[in-house]
């Protein structure tokens, strides 16, 4: 891992009360390109709320979330998504009754509207469309590029998110326990597009996962989070053999 690389994301004592309690304590952390962040920690520890102070869903009560330089910690989630904050597995992301094709086309030309303009109508429509179709193909669902998103499975459905991400070009991509609810076949295809999406060095990924295989082969750098603070962060096998992390959440694992 290059530790040169300038951060893409930071959080800075990021910290959210809910009434008298802690959530998330004070937990700052730097994410960088090409770099696969897993957020690990037993039950209860801050994992989702710390995901959500990320993402926008939840607005923190101090501290600050820098994207590339700049504060972003009380901008909207549709915001955080324009500067290419991108969190998969919302389903709001998705058009339902528009096609497969459609939903990534429509991704594109919000990403180019200055590209949609500048080029004659006809070819605006082949340079969206060949576009869409390369995320398309590269997600596995090109046969199914003309189905309604509400038809797919819920595995292709993740699929489709996944493109939609690839589409609007995000370079902080999230997922939160990417592989549930899966099938046995379809876990795995999910699992291979995170490591290609991991292979362009220019996006951030930051993982909130349970299970201890999908770590283990994604993971670049985890973060153990307890009772809402940051009590181990680093190469995971280095960590996981930390005491700290032992006592505060071994015991609790296996699933
Ligand atoms: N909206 C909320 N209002 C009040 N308390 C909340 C809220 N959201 C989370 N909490 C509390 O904050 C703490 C952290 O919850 P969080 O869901 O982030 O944990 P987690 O690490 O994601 O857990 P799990 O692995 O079970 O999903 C818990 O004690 C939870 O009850």
Redesign the pocket.
């Known amino acids: 891992m290059d530790h040169t690389t300038a951060p893409a994301l930071q959080t800075r004592n990021l910290t959210?009360r809910?009434?008298g309690?802690v959530?998330?304590d004070s937990v700052s952390y730097d994410f960088r390109p090409g770099c696969l962040v897993a957020?690990v920690?037993?039950?209860?520890?801050?994992?989702?709320?710390?995901?959500?102070l990320i993402s926008g869903q939840?607005r923190a009560s101090s501290g600050t979330v820098i994207h590339q330089g700049d504060d972003i910690t009380r901008l909207s989630v549709p915001e955080r998504t324009r500067r290419g904050i991108g969190r998969a597995f919302q389903l709001t992301n998705l058009f339902p009754r528009l096609s497969v094709l459609e939903n990534v086309r429509l991704a594109i030309q919000a990403r180019h509207p200055g590209a949609m303009d500048i080029f004659r109508l006809a070819d605006a429509d082949k340079f969206a469309i060949d576009t869409a179709m390369s995320y398309i193909e590269r997600c596995g669902l090109a046969g199914r590029r003309n189905e309604p998103a509400a038809n797919l499975s819920h595995g292709d459905q993740r699929k489709l998110e996944v493109a939609l991400l690839l589409a609007l070009e995000s370079s902080i991509v999230m997922f939160d326990?990417p592989t549930a609810g899966m099938s046995a076949d379809e876990a795995p295809i999910i699992l291979e597009l995170i490591q290609s999406i991991k292979s362009d060095a220019s996006k951030a990924i930051i993982l909130?996962e349970?299970k201890m295989d999908v770590i283990r082969s994604l993971a670049d750098e985890i973060m153990v989070?307890h009772n809402?603070q940051l009590v181990a962060a680093g190469v995971p096998a280095e960590v996981m053999r930390s005491d700290v992390v032992r006592d505060a959440y071994l015991g609790t694992m296996g699933h």
């Open positions: 959210v809910f009434g309690h959530a998330v957020i920690g037993p039950n209860g520890a801050g994992k989702t709320t710390y995901f959500n939840l326990e909130v349970h989070l809402g």
